[in-house]
């Protein structure tokens, strides 16, 4: 049984392990930004590489680096046939900038960045860095939309938990996790994908986004699991294997297998990976 003291520290771990899943998310992602470190002249210097972004302007790439080095920048669209185009970093203070054309939401961009001391060159990546373009989303859907969907997994945890060490309070729980899980992936998360590409869903039967997919195959399994539970409050089975379900979906990188927007036919292609 789950007394009130095994209860704290169950919420505890519960909480513990969200966070650490949602940090996993964040830096796993294939939108975040990738970090780079090279040494010049003995000195080390660090940068983050733009992957994403969003709203109509052209994607700036400010970074620190010494005034006497130089950078340079050279683009092209992510898998079109055609010259790369290299243009210098500007000078803005300890920073150099560049700034990458806008494209069509879910338009990419692929990137190298050199830096140039006298002689000496220094390549930031040896692969080209692949920048995604979006509309801007509003904070007021984002904000909430990110925390029922850490809500969901929150609760889904600690469902499971529930479950396992039999406590009586797995129904409840449950009911929590499939209303976060509606709110956050069914309802807000449509509207921030409209935001940011100009389509509401593009998971099944329509596409074959991985975000949207993923969230619907979680969602169908909790829903399960609380119908079980509403016939038979104590069955362990279900919610544990919802939660496992749900946190193997929350172990695919976010925004992995998005939308690309194929230059060539000249739409929204979903389901593809760099």
């Known amino acids: 049984m789950v007394n009130k003291t095994n209860s704290t520290l169950l919420w505890i771990f519960a909480v513990i392990f969200t966070i650490s899943t949602a940090i996993y998310q964040r830096l796993t992602g294939p939108t975040h930004p990738k970090r780079v470190t090279i040494s010049m002249k003995g000195e080390s210097y660090s940068f983050k590489l733009l992957r994403s972004h969003g709203g109509e302007e052209d994607a700036e790439i400010r970074l620190d680096f010494p005034e006497n080095v130089k950078g340079f920048v050279t683009y092209k669209r992510f898998k079109v046939d055609e010259p790369w185009i290299n243009i210098p970093m500007t000078r803005d203070g300890e920073s150099g900038i560049a700034k990458l054309p806008h494209q069509p939401p879910a338009g990419k961009l692929e990137y190298y960045i050199k830096l140039v001391d006298g002689k000496d060159e220094y390549n930031l ?4 860095v692949v920048i995604r373009f979006k509309g801007a989303v509003a904070s007021w ?3 909430p939309h990110i925390f029922f969907m850490f809500m969901a997994m929150l609760f889904s945890l600690r469902t499971g938990l529930e479950a396992l060490f039999g406590g009586t309070r797995t129904r409840k729980y449950a009911r929590n996790t499939l209303i976060s899980l509606t709110l956050g992936g069914l309802v ?9 590409f100009g ?3 593009t998971g099944w039967p329509y596409g074959g986004d991985w975000t949207d997919n993923k969230t ?3 969602w169908g399994f909790w829903f399960i699991a609380y119908l079980v ?13 919802a939660f496992l379900v749900l946190f193997a979906m929350y172990m ?17 292609e979903t389901g593809t990976r760099e």
């Open 125 to 128: 990546t040896e692969k080209p």
């Open 141 to 143: 859907v984002l904000i």
């Open 188 to 196: 807000l998360g449509p509207i921030v994908q409209w935001m940011a």
């Open 199 to 201: 389509d509401f869903w």
């Open 216 to 218: 619907i195959f979680g």
């Open 229 to 241: 539970l509403l016939k038979r409050p104590t069955n362990k089975l279900f919610p544990i294997i």
């Open 252 to 268: 695919i990188p976010h925004s992995m297998g998005g939308s690309e927007f194929d230059y060539e036919k000249g739409k929204v």
